[in-house]
């Protein structure tokens, strides 16, 4: 009995120290089989570090969507209160005065033969864009006329004006649609107009082009209308060896007003004035007048403590 209680109270003070030393763990004794073989070791369930191993995985995700959701279209009026959207608008509305004016004329020419039985004949032609006068003549006079066979073959206008008009048509068309695109970027689009280097620079050049381009061929459309008013006037009677052989024979009648014309060559040069001037707006958005900020890292750092 003696060795029994001497062996239960040294299992006891081994069991309190091993408590004492290891804690409330060390009170779960291994489980053993019948067999007296450890036990096999359970597989560990992920825990809450795993599910937050997952979560930083999943967040660059999140961050390659953000991109996308910047270059989405958003509706600003903002740009058009500015001198370079207002401008734009501008000139997207004289882009279409300028290719309507030249390119919806039609106009009349006539002149009128007095015949030696005082009888007057009177023709009128039609003359409209692309203004190839060439294709456009005069005579012969019927035989039943009775005008004495004063005109017998036919006479054509002078000049071919159409590579000038079309030249000025079709460029004026291709500045409306420029601008009709430049007006969506700037309206829907303006972060990422500003936030890329490279957009207001091949904005700015196209500009220059286009400035270039309308005094080319307003200038160009300003001397064709010059010679077209010629050939169309006065012109074709004292132009004509059978008027000029006798005399009272033929008469200028009437021509057309060329106002809309005038107007597309005024058009054309104010067209020009846009674009120059508002190559200085787009200019100061680019990177050559506001470079970019480079700060490197020993900027953005924080100052040092002073020393001691």
């Not at 060896?241 to 809309?260: A, K, L």
């Not at 508002?278 to 990177?287: D, L, Q, R």
Request: charged share 15%; proline share 6%.
């Amino acid at each position: 009995m003696q060795r029994e209680n001497r062996f239960l109270f040294r299992e006891c003070w081994e069991l309190q120290t091993t408590v004492t030393s290891g804690g409330a763990d060390a009170l779960q004794p291994p489980l053993l089989p019948r067999g007296g073989a450890p036990a096999a070791k359970r597989p560990r369930q992920p825990g809450a570090s795993e599910s937050a191993r997952n979560q930083k995985r999943r967040l660059p995700l999140r961050s390659a969507r953000s991109p996308l959701k910047m270059s989405g279209f958003s509706l600003d009026l903002g740009p058009v209160k500015e001198p370079i959207g207002f401008i734009k608008f501008l000139q997207w509305i004289f882009s279409i005065f300028a290719f309507a004016t030249c390119g919806g004329y039609s106009g009349q020419t006539s002149i009128f033969l007095t015949c030696r039985n005082a009888q007057n004949i009177t023709w009128t032609r039609d003359f409209f864009y692309p203004f190839r006068l060439s294709k456009i003549s005069f005579g012969p006079l019927d035989s039943t006329a009775n005008c004495n066979n004063t005109w017998p073959s036919s006479v054509y206008l002078v000049g071919d004006f159409a590579s000038s008009a079309e030249f000025f048509v079709t460029f004026a068309v291709l500045v409306f649609l420029y601008c009709t695109a430049a007006l969506i970027l700037y309206l829907g689009y303006m972060h990422l107009y500003r936030g890329a280097g490279k957009l207001p620079m091949i904005d700015f050049i196209i500009t220059v082009i286009i400035s270039f381009l309308w005094l080319v061929s307003t200038s160009a459309w300003a001397k064709a209308l010059v010679d077209i008013k010629t050939s169309t006037g006065s012109n074709i009677v004292t132009g004509t060896d059978y008027c000029t052989t006798q005399p009272g024979f033929c008469h200028f009648n009437e021509i057309r007003r060329m106002g809309s014309l005038n107007v597309s060559v005024v058009v054309g040069f104010l067209n020009l004035i846009l674009w120059a001037g508002n190559a200085w707006f787009v200019y100061k958005e680019t990177n050559l007048h506001n470079p970019p900020s480079s700060t490197s890292p020993n900027d953005t750092s924080s100052p040092s403590p002073s020393g001691m």
